[in-house]
């Protein structure tokens, strides 16, 4: 069974159609890519799976159960973190107090908050160095490591990054999405939207192309990566994506 099932999935922004049935699934330890232009869908995708915004129709389940309706806080507690487009961190509070805040669901549990902040500093290794500086001090890629160490705080079976690359320069780009890589190695599922199609593929399973609120494209990640019209809208051309193994994918 997927860990993450959306099935003919409808959202309105008042009387306009957003998606228009999209279906979608990931499995656990699985990274689903999201492509499309701007304005396709992809991070209304995201908001509404995560609560976000509620949907005129369809289903969503994360390890088999609905999340339809459900409240964006009471989601995170059923195994789904969202990290948004633009890190949305808080920016006067520490790196350890943006951490905590991520644990807020075993707040009760200081043993439990310590043993995943302590995960969360083994696989960003900076943030440890910075844990008492103020987050809005860090850099463009400290804050993002921030961000998804943040969501990883409530252990949640589905993560989800809206645009994790955005502003980074390409090496820290790449390190962020090896550590996506490495995030669904331990048996994460991973959706994701990343505006770099190149490296988004190369570290994907599988992927969905969506264009204006429906998927018109979807299968095997390294199988798009070859089609032409995937290569001519996303990837600039005719060549073949090449940076798997740079990005730690396993073949």
Known sequence: MAMLEVTDLHVYYGNIEALKGISLEADPGQIVA????????????????????????????CAGKSLVGVDAHVIVGMGLSHVP????????????????????????????????????????PR???????????LSGGEQQMLAIGRALMSDPKVLMLDEPSLGLSPI???????????????????LLV???ARQALAIADKAYVIEVGRVV??????????????QRAYLGGFEAVGTQAELGKNN
């Open 34 to 61: 999201i492509l499309g232009s701007n304005g396709a869908g992809k991070t209304t995708t995201l908001r509404a799976i995560s609560g976000l915004l509620r949907p005129r129709s369809g289903s969503i389940k």
């Open 85 to 124: 487009e633009g890190r949305r961190i808080f920016n006067i509070l520490t790196v350890d107090e943006n951490l905590n805040l991520g644990g807020y669901l075993v707040r009760s549990q200081p043993r439990l908050i310590k043993e995943r902040k302590a995960g969360v500093f083994k696989l960003f």
């Open 127 to 137: 943030l440890a160095e910075r844990r008492m500086q103020l987050a809005g001090t």
């Open 172 to 190: 820290l780009a790449r390190s962020v999405l090896r550590t996506v890589r490495e995030i669904a190695g331990r048996g994460t599922a991973v």
């Open 194 to 196: 990343e505006q770099n």
């Open 217 to 230: 494209l979807q299968g095997e990640a390294a199988t798009l990566a070859s089609d032409e019209r995937v």
